[in-house]
Structures are given as C-alpha cells and as structure tokens.
C-alpha cells in the first residue's frame, strides 16, 4: 500500500512565504514524476507545478518566478515553496505522484489528502 502525506499549509501574510511537502510511503518500487494542483472554493483543480524524474520542471503562468518545486528522491519527497504569496494563491493544495508499487505492472496516479494554504490581504 502506498500513502502520501502533505505538509506545510497554514495561514500566511500577502507577500509572505510558506513551503509545503509531500512524503510517499509504502512498498515503492519507483516514482516518476511529482506535482502539486490547488483547488480554490467554486473553481476547478489546477495544476500549479510539475517535477518529471529527470528534474524538468514546468509551472502555471500565474506562479512563475514565485513557485519553486523540488524533489528529494531519497526521501520520497516533494517540496513546494512559495514566495511573494498572494491572496489569490488561497487554496487546498494536494499533492500528485506517480508511483510503481512492488508487485504491480504499471504506475498509478496517488494524490494527498490536500492541506490549506490561506493568504491574507
């Protein structure tokens, strides 16, 4: 069985920071590539950035320059970190990992349980 756990959320100042991670756990065999997506009240889930296994990287528009993603593959881990955060960016943001379980024949797509990130004007 494999879990993923966030953390890292939390209430911020506009222009303040904050850096969310993510920890896959369980029979991994492999992981290919890691994300984040963000979910705001009343809108659909976005993706806000992606790291392949080879470490390119790729963001929405609306992060670039403040979003750094990065990975951590001894650790099975995923980092967010957010700078110059603005209201806007307030939304539950969920983890997104591709993983090969021992014992199976084909990745699956795995998301966290999602964690707050709340920014104040």
């Known amino acids: 069985q494999v879990q993923l756990v966030e953390s890292g959320g939390g209430l911020v100042q506009a222009g303040g920071s904050l850096r969310l991670a993510c920890t896959a756990s369980?029979?991994?065999?492999?992981?290919?590539?890691m994300g984040w997506y963000r979910q705001a009240p009343g809108k659909q889930r976005e993706l806000v950035a992606r790291i392949s296994s080879s470490g390119s990287t790729n963001y929405v528009d609306s992060v670039k320059g403040r979003f750094t993603i990065s990975r951590d593959n001894a650790k099975n881990t995923v980092y967010l970190q957010m700078n110059s955060l603005k209201p806007e960016d307030t939304a539950v943001y969920y983890c997104?990992?591709?993983?090969?379980?021992?014992?199976?024949?084909?990745?699956?797509?795995?998301w966290g349980q999602g964690t707050q990130v709340t920014v104040s004007s």
């Open positions: 997104n990992v591709d993983i090969l379980a021992y014992g199976s024949s084909a990745y699956t797509n795995y």
């Open positions: 369980g029979r991994i065999f492999s992981i290919r590539a």
